[in-house]
């Protein structure tokens, strides 16, 4: 007279969870003929089949039967029936109560829920052997997807109400998943109790493969998150557009940017909406250009430009050796462009180079050349220094020293001799 199973056996879910509702079928072994259990070592009372489980997942009653090898045992889910069970597991014969308990039936923490129907943004999941009735924050799974997924996709499963699906940072946060993030094939997920969040999204390592194509409107463009190479693309009917804004972006994150088009010109504007570029100046990108490199900023929420196309970009300049003479003039090239383009210097200064000893100064000292000024008599000492996008046109004052400057050795005053300093010139498009 074996006990099949015993009352204090419980039954859990896929998940884990207490296999509430969840219903125990048995019949003749190798066969689908309902077979007979009793709740009595007599068996004078006997069960329903199946016998259902209550809300500690314990069956109803206790389970007996005259020979424990010829009965089959399959669990099903709350809405099974004889003839359409969706079994959980089958157990057939039952020739062991104590190797093939109800115990043994207890599924992996992580289940295959199926594939999704819908669409790239709305997904359906419906698993048939997963019944769940609410979301919680314990539900892991695995998860085919029929279609790659659109922008700020969402989940329905079991018609319990959609779901966002969302993607871990990196840095402590949650963010929507993005056009491409999941592909069609099979992720695991697990639902927070707040988010279904996908643990294996998509991604793309910095210059692997073809950047992706963003498209700019409005003079807006938002990140996919899934690279950090990117090539920027025009409205259909522009020539050339302005670039105001990336939206997108985590602190100290870098990307790289190009022009898609040559024939379209993409053109980086200056501070207008979250762009800065520290030499204060738009950059124009075309397919021939390099790419430019951003950082983004949190503290300023902006992307600032970090790196220039190094074959067409000049960003510093420093003069050769230039002869002082009383109210000479200089027209000097300084190089300094954008993409090829010539720019303006946003910092541009004079320094003495001492070429023989004077005033305490050693050869090959260096000093700044002091702000030009003039004395009683209208003689002027200093130099001025007038910048456009080409040259630096340089004015030296009519002193008979040119310079005037603090001896290094006490601090008093040095009209210097000429022909013992030389002149160099330094400007940069930094500010």
Known sequence: MPRLVDGLEQVFTSL??????????????????????????????????????????????????????????ILGTPDSIIGNINPIITIDPIDNVITNSIIDINPLPAAYW??????????????????ITSYDNKQCFFIDFHTPCGILPT????????????????????AALLAGDVQAQRYIATIDGVDCVI?????????????????IVNGVVDLTNSASNYLIDTEAAAATDNLDTINGGAAEQMIVVGSVDDAKDVVLRH?????????????????????????????LS?????????????????????????????????????????AIPKKYLGYLICKSAEGGYAAGDETRVADYDTNDNGIGHGITI???????????GTS????????????????????????????SLNF
Request: charged letters at 15%.
């Open 155 to 174: 989940i329905n499963i079991n018609d319990i109400g959609q779901i966002n699906l969302k993607k871990y940072t990196g840095q402590g946060t949650k």
């Open 16 to 73: 884990g969870i207490v296999g509430a509702g969840y219903k125990l079928f048995f019949f003749e072994t190798t066969t689908t003929t309902p077979k007979t259990t009793y709740s009595d070592s007599a068996f004078t009372i006997p069960n329903t089949n199946p016998v259902i489980c209550d809300s500690t997942g314990r069956p109803e009653f206790d389970i007996w039967g005259s020979d424990i090898s010829s009965y089959k045992l």
């Open 386 to 396: 007038v910048p456009d996008a080409i040259n630096l046109f340089i004015r030296y």
């Open 199 to 215: 643990l294996n999204p998509r991604t793309q390592i910095l210059y692997l493969g073809k950047p992706p194509t963003i498209t």
């Open 114 to 131: 199926g594939v999704t129907t819908g669409d790239s943004t709305d997904y359906i999941l419906n698993p048939a052997l997963v019944p």
């Open 302 to 342: 902006k992307w600032i430009v970090v790196a220039y196309p190094p074959s067409t970009t000049t960003l510093y300049f420093e003069s050769a050796e230039q002869d002082i003479t009383q109210a000479g003039s200089l027209t000097i090239p300084h190089g300094l462009k954008i993409n090829g383009v010539g």
């Open 271 to 299: 501070n207008v909406g979250n762009i800065w570029n520290p030499a204060k100046l738009d950059i124009t990108l075309g397919l021939t250009t390099d790419k430019v490199e951003l950082l983004y900023s949190s503290a």
């Open 400 to 427: 008979p020293g040119v310079f005037d400057i603090l001896r290094k050795d006490n601090g008093t005053n040095l009209s210097i001799i000429a022909n013992k300093w030389k002149l160099i010139i330094r400007a």
